[in-house]
């Protein structure tokens, strides 16, 4: 039955505030501006044992907040079913939900036991999907050191992969690129969008001008992040006298002691929000590279839209609509040749026009949020 009011359940894997990492800050700059179209939001999200605060800000822009605790036990690793599966079964989100007939945004794989719940066979379900997670899971295996986290992550891609299924029973599946969106037709599931991702930026803030030194950012303490730093250490940085500024949380010793045979590498370690806001903005080139071709890397997204140039592996753009703004080099030589060249000039007007042309095209969170909500409540 149409109402004069659109309510949304949204059942998010974590909660998203404060939006501090990749997939948690599509879910709140989702919500946030969401709310702001009008939509009443039923937010549902799971909690970890390090208790995440319950925080203000999402009372403040959503219609309900409900928490469930995540059953983070050992045994949920014994499961047919992924963990990250098992761990979020709440009967009392389902009985939560069968107290309307709002349709459900579920945010990833982790929360699809909705999908084959027959009391929820008739409402509208769409899966927000961030990954193709058993790929996801694949890339980080293949870089985890410790033995154990690697053995819990190759023993969750077979049960991803079969578990995926699921998604035949969602009433559409939002993929984060192209790329995704191929892929999940290829499957012949129904009725897959693009959305990219909700990012917290509301204007391109790129200052003119030329920058003294490059910047790698990121979380340091995971594997994908301290093996690109290695791999720019030895291979491009060591074999040019460019400075090269290094930062992002909790990098490990041995990160740290190898960078320090390198004079021109500085390493920042758990810079403030403002100090990293700072070097990106300040920087001539964000040098990004990933060995993971998977989702979308939304530090590339901070970078082009607060910083100058950015220099990347084609890894790092596959499958989105960010290759045009970039400089893409994928071999040591490349990177060093198009370096050089990025040293030599200013950031100018015409990049910027160009930069703000196409971010808004592809990344404007209001236009995004109203093609899905078309979709979400058109009659069907």
Known sequence: METAEKHLHVVSFDVPFPANYGGIIDVFYRIKTLSESGVKIHLHCFEYSRNRIRPKELEDICFSVDYYQRKEKMLKMLSKLPYIVSSRKSETLVENLLKDDYPILIEGLHCCMLLTDSRLANRRKYVRMHNVEHDYYKSLAKVEKKWFKRLYLKMEVPRLEKYEKVLGNATGILAITDKDKEYFESKGYPNVLCMPSAVKYD??????????????????????????????????????????????????????????????????????????????????????????????????????????????????????????????????????????????????????????????????????????????????
């Open 203 to 380: 204007m391109v803030k790129t200052q003119k001008g030329r920058g003294t030194y490059a910047l790698f950012h990121g979380q340091l303490s995971v594997a994908e992040n301290y093996n690109a730093v290695i791999y720019l250490a030895k291979n491009v940085f060591s074999k040019m006298s460019i400075k090269l500024k290094v930062a992002g949380l909790n990098p490990p010793r041995f990160l740290e002691k190898m960078l320090q045979k390198y004079p021109n590498i500085e390493l920042i370690k758990n810079p403030s929000e403002l100090e990293m806001s700072n070097l990106v903005k300040n920087a001539q080139v964000n040098v990004l590279v990933t060995n993971q071709a998977t989702g979308l890397k939304l530090k590339l997204l901070n970078s082009l839209y607060n910083g100058r140039y950015c220099l990347v592996n084609s890894t790092m753009v596959e499958g989105t609509n960010l290759e045009p703004l970039c400089i893409v080099a994928d071999t040591p030589d490349d990177m060093k040749a198009k370096l050089k060249t990025i040293f030599d000039k200013d950031f100018d007007n015409e990049d910027l026009l160009f930069r703000i042309q196409c971010l808004d095209k592809h990344h404007n969170n209001a236009l995004i949020c109203s093609n899905l909500i078309n979709e979400i409540f058109a009659q069907k």
